[in-house]
């Protein structure tokens, strides 16, 4: 039962970073102009990944503006939340794996 949480939690975080990889790709899209974001499907894609990712990337970019002086609008926000998702979680998933199943 268990097990089956921990292994439900790690699909999450994988789904959370590929869905955050398609936001960045989007962005980038939409700021070459090779997507257009007014086509009704294209917007509710976008509306539904933003609102997904930004609750977790506003509080990032707020101390990323602390800290960083003005880098031309380069945000850095989704590395920090993908090597966070990343380096941080799965750690913590893999070691409560191991302390349960020793």
Do not use: E, K
């Given at each position: 039962?268990?097990?089956?949480?921990?292994?439900?939690?790690?699909?999450?975080?994988?789904?959370?970073?590929?869905?955050?990889?398609?936001?960045?790709?989007?962005?980038?899209?939409?700021?070459?102009?090779?997507?257009?974001?007014?086509?009704p499907l294209v917007r509710r894609i976008l509306?539904?990944?933003?609102?997904?990712?930004?609750?977790?990337?506003?509080?990032?970019?707020?101390?990323?503006?602390?800290?960083?002086?003005?880098?031309?609008?380069?945000?850095?926000?989704?590395?920090?939340?993908?090597?966070?998702?990343?380096?941080?979680?799965?750690?913590?998933?893999?070691?409560?794996?191991?302390?349960?199943?020793?």
């Amino acid at each position: 039962m268990i097990y089956s949480i921990i292994q439900l939690i790690d699909v999450v975080i994988n789904l959370y970073i590929w869905t955050l990889l398609a936001f960045v790709i989007s962005s980038w899209l939409i700021a070459f102009n090779i997507i257009n974001p007014y086509q009704p499907l294209v917007r509710r894609i976008l509306m539904a990944l933003d609102s997904l990712h930004r609750p977790i990337l506003m509080p990032i970019q707020r101390i990323q503006y602390r800290i960083m002086p003005n880098m031309g609008g380069i945000d850095l926000s989704p590395i920090v939340a993908f090597l966070a998702a990343q380096y941080l979680v799965r750690p913590i998933l893999i070691h409560a794996a191991l302390a349960i199943f020793g």
